[in-house]
């Protein structure tokens, strides 16, 4: 047992959570056996910061981070951006995956995030064939989560056509699957560590046709499952011209929309989607600094969690992995959208960002300092040039803090970040994109 005194920390309460001081913590096997505010311990190790629990990022592509920077290049559209991220993922092989996803795993693990749900799609060779292990590709991502120290959900995602009934060409012959049975069985057999739930997903309505979709809903049981929705207004007016319904309908009339079902993006929804899923009490997975990278627009965030759903972060196509950001942006972008301030309260957003993201991803046992939880924590620098001033509290971590500063970072009872080490990973991510982009030139 190893016993830390942290100065002030974010724990749960009946209102949602409160930070206190001088919390004393007992961590044993990875999980918190003890938590005591108003403590005064003779032999612990004191924590000094604002430490609030592990990050959940709930929605990654980790080869996207090979575009940081790139695609911003020209004005371009969603689909413009698609074809160089098709670019990336032709291109693309265990060893190179390998060392861009340990990389940018690590990069995350820097922000404060202690899990990760990998949208995960590129399973077979570029030529399409499969690997000797089918999952190759997936044991990858576990490895590479691994290797950075957190926690994966890997979101193995079933993608069987381009488009409404276009066969997949191109880097797309990488995503598919045969059929539902070839992807369950597939599934099944995939097993990433202790470290790593393995969850499902359909890419969008788009790449799946109704006709499969009861198949699915029949294999995914309790399993975290994900999909792409309501993204792009084109994707709304393609479904309803194939389906006479939205995508969140479709999804709901074949019985995945639930608990453990989140919706990614869900921007462009009507009043009955955002009913669908706030009355089956689903999460909604906002990514929106993807969302604004991408001119997506911006999703009626308030108007889900009032109506029932749990909202969720994700760094999606990581044009910025910062939970921070994402926090404060879930704020700001409605403040856009609507010209009124006061949406989202501090404490609203370090749940989205926590309990719920964790929730969602299949661990139920992370993202709150209390015991028998995982024991994550995340320290804040309250004293930086952008958390000066700001107040030793939440709205300092919700609305001014950023990647940059955080300063420790523990994943299941093991420090797996200190000090010092951003330009090591800095030069790590350097090294993986310059890597990929000299194949393709």
Do not use: K
């Not at 979101?155 to 009934?165: A, E, I, K, R, V």
């Not at 993201?357 to 024991?375: E, M, P």
């Amino acid at each position: 047992m190893t016993a830390y005194l942290l100065e002030r920390a974010w724990l749960p309460s009946a209102s949602g959570g409160a930070f206190r001081d001088d919390v004393l913590v007992e961590v044993e096997g990875g999980r918190f056996t003890a938590v005591t505010p108003d403590s005064d311990p003779p032999r612990a190790i004191p924590v000094r910061g604002l430490v609030v629990p592990g990050l959940a990022n709930t929605h990654s592509h980790a080869f996207h981070r090979a575009l940081r920077g790139r695609t911003q290049r020209e004005r371009g559209t969603f689909w413009t951006w698609r074809d160089q991220m098709y670019a990336v993922a032709a291109r693309l092989d265990p060893d190179s995956y390998l060392a861009l996803a340990r990389a940018t795993y690590r990069e995350m693990a820097a922000a404060g995030i202690t899990c990760v749900g990998e949208f995960h799609y590129v399973h077979r060779r570029p030529d399409g064939s499969t690997y000797d292990d089918p999952n190759e590709m997936g044991l990858v991502l576990a490895e590479a989560a691994r290797q950075a120290g957190i926690r994966i959900t890997l979101l193995d995602t079933l993608y069987l056509s381009s488009g409404f009934g276009v066969a997949p060409r191109g880097a797309q012959v990488r995503y598919v699957d045969g059929s539902v049975e070839e992807w369950t069985s597939r599934v099944d057999a995939l097993d990433g560590g202790a470290h790593a739930v393995t969850g499902a997903a359909v890419h969008s309505v788009r790449a799946v046709p109704a006709s499969e979709l009861d198949a699915v809903a029949s294999w995914v049981g309790e399993r975290p499952f994900h999909a792409h929705v309501s993204e792009q207004v084109a994707e709304n007016e393609a479904c309803l011209e194939a389906y006479g319904v939205t995508p969140t309908r479709l999804l709901a009339d074949h019985g995945l929309v639930g608990p453990t079902t989140s919706l990614v993006h869900a921007t462009h929804l009507t009043d009955d989607d955002i009913a669908l899923i706030g009355g089956a009490r689903a999460f909604a997975a906002f990514c929106p600094t993807t969302e604004r990278d991408l001119g997506d627009g911006i999703g009626p965030s308030r108007r889900l969690h009032d109506a029932g759903a749990r909202l969720t972060l994700g760094s999606d196509s990581h044009a910025v992995i910062d939970p921070f950001e994402e926090m404060r942006a879930l704020e700001l972008d409605e403040r856009l959208a609507t010209q009124q301030r006061g949406h989202w309260s501090a404490p609203e957003l370090l749940e989205a960002a926590t309990a719920a993201g964790h929730a969602s991803l299949g661990w139920s046992d992370a993202g709150a300092i209390a015991v028998g939880q995982r024991a994550d924590l995340v320290v804040v620098d309250p004293a930086s040039p952008r958390t000066a001033g700001a107040g030793r509290d939440e709205g300092a971590v919700a609305f001014a803090a950023c990647a940059e500063d955080v300063q420790r970072v523990m994943v299941d009872g093991r420090w797996v970040v200190e000090e010092g080490q951003r330009y090591d990973i800095g030069l790590e991510l350097e090294a993986a994109i310059a890597g990929i982009w000299g194949e393709m030139t």
